[in-house]
T-cell receptor
Framework: NAGVTQTPKFQVLKTGQSMTLQCAQD?????MYWYRQDPGMGLRLIYY???????DKGEVPNGYNVSRLNKREFSLRLESAAPSQTSVYFC???????????????FGPGTRLTVL | DAKTTQPTSMDCAEGRAANLPCNHS???????VYWYRQIHSQGPQYIIH???NNETNEMASLIITEDRKSSTLILPHATLRDTAVYYC?????????????FGAGTILRVKS
């Protein structure tokens, strides 16, 4: 049981380049999330997917697109990278607790992206 | 989210219990208390959560006061690897599928 995995671990892009960050979970969770964390700051939600086939914007979606490929995989795409997107990106997945009144998010190890 | 207040930093001797407090005086009846930690350069790690009863798992214990206005996370035998930022988060079921809001947290330094 690997939990939440992310690829790549590190990436350097030039301004204007595109790339896709991959995330997969093997915990059979319905919901998945993409966050970014800038130095010395908290996590900010970019997009999330409450269930397979649905995606919704978080608080900082501009410049990003997502695809919920199937229940396991949730990818984040940068179409035209900008230096302001230099950050650490975390993927997470969550499961509703027993009784349906809680949910717990589990995070991947992160992708460190630098845009020059 | 109900606001939480945590000390900025704490030190703990290796092998001793680390007790991390959190105030959440405006918590409402359907809100849970969650604890996460983030070790340097890693993703946040779920530790424990509770509603009103004390909870224990393999990582920690969570003690919630009877009025639910504060809680304490207890790491019973802290090790150097427990050095991290610890976040206390209050969250309701209405936020299922929604973001977690991390505050500043408490920097816990475990020293040998």
């Amino acid at each position: 049981n690997a939990g939440v995995t992310q690829t790549p671990k590190f990436q350097v892009l030039k301004t204007g380049q595109s790339m896709t960050l991959q995330c997969a979970q093997d915990m059979n969770h319905n919901s998945m999330y993409w966050y970014r964390q800038d130095p010395g700051m908290g996590l900010r939600l970019i997009y999330y997917s409450a269930s397979e086939g649905t995606t919704d914007k978080g608080e900082v979606p501009n410049g990003y697109n997502v695809s919920r490929l199937n229940k396991r995989e949730f990818s984040l795409r940068l179409e035209s990278a900008a230096p302001s997107q230099t950050s650490v990106y975390f993927c997470a997945s969550s499961v509703r607790g027993t009784g349906g009144n809680t949910d717990t998010q589990y995070f991947g190890p992160g992708t460190r992206l630098t845009v020059l | 989210d109900a606001k939480t207040t945590q000390p900025t930093s704490m030190d703990c001797a290796e092998g001793r219990a680390a007790n991390l407090p959190c105030n959440h005086s405006t918590i409402s009846g359907n809100e849970y208390v969650y604890w996460y930690r983030q070790i340097h350069s890693q993703g946040p790690q779920y530790i424990i959560h509770g509603l009103k009863n004390n909870e224990t798992n393999e990582m920690a214990s969570l003690i919630i006061t009877e009025d639910r206005k504060s809680s304490t996370l207890i790491l019973p035998h802290a090790t150097l690897r427990d050095t991290a930022v610890y976040y206390c988060i209050v969250r309701s079921i209405m936020e299922y599928g929604n973001k977690l809001v991390f505050g500043a947290g408490t920097i816990l330094r475990v020293k040998s």
